[in-house]
């Protein structure tokens, strides 16, 4: 099945920091990708859509001066939280959806833990 | 709007018997239907999917779906369980237009006892 690979895992940065974070699609190529964020024991939030050469579209309540979101190409959407806090700790999960695909499942990455002091 | 709305946050099934998750949804169209799992602390994995054709849909490790229209269900069953099988297991569900997005249930926690 189709590759999406996430990076970094783990990170652990101090207040006041920013935060960028990877997802690549590896074997196919993504004009959409979805970023979302998931609490404890929690669903998946859909944080924002990400769309190839323009901007996002972020869902309702999520600052988007905070996430910033960045599909600069086919392959490779970023999400980078500026000015984290300790409210900002979380499970962030990309995931992809392949153009060539006729039936639009998404494929995730493996997450990354975000960790603010 | 579309929705999907799984029932229960946890079910617990002993090793070796059938197991059911279940999920129901609403969409205006034709839905897309899909079940992915979580293992702690990594992505989700698909699998499987329900778009046309036969109710009931065969997917990854053993587990399958059935597909029911009048009762806009799409739960996920396994004859026989394994204790690996225990994990978070999520519905999700988009409408038939390549512009929508997929909608996640809350996820329900399956615990297999040995």
């Known amino acids: 099945g189709a590759v999406v690979s996430q990076h970094p895992s783990r990170v652990i940065c101090k207040s006041g920091t920013s935060v960028k974070i990877e997802c690549r699609s590896l074997d196919f190529q993504a004009t959409t990708m979805f970023w979302y964020r998931q609490f404890p024991k929690k669903s998946l939030m859909l944080m924002a859509t990400s769309n190839e050469g323009s901007k996002a579209t972020y869902e309702q309540g999520v600052e988007k001066d905070k996430f910033l979101i960045n599909h600069a190409s086919l392959t490779l959407s970023t999400l980078t939280v500026t000015s984290a806090h300790p409210e900002d700790s979380s499970f962030y999960i990309c995931s992809a959806r392949d153009r060539q695909g006729p039936t639009g499942e998404l494929f995730f990455g493996e997450g990354s833990r975000l960790t603010v002091l | 709007a579309q929705s999907v709305a799984q029932p229960e946050d946890q079910v617990n099934v002993a090793e070796g018997n059938p197991l059911t998750v279940k999920c129901t949804y609403s969409v205006s169209g034709n839905p897309y239907l899909f079940w992915y799992v979580q293992y702690p602390n990594r992505g989700l994995q698909f699998l499987l ?57 809350s996820g329900t926690r399956l615990s297999i006892r040995p």
């Open chain 2, 49 to 105: 999917k329900y778009i046309t054709g036969d109710n009931l849909v065969k997917g990854s490790y053993g587990f399958e779906a059935e597909f029911n229209k009048s009762q806009t269900s799409f739960h996920l069953k396994k004859p026989s369980a394994l204790v690996s099988d225990s994990a978070l297991y999520f519905c999700a569900v988009r409408e038939y237009s390549s512009a929508s997005k997929i909608i996640f249930g």
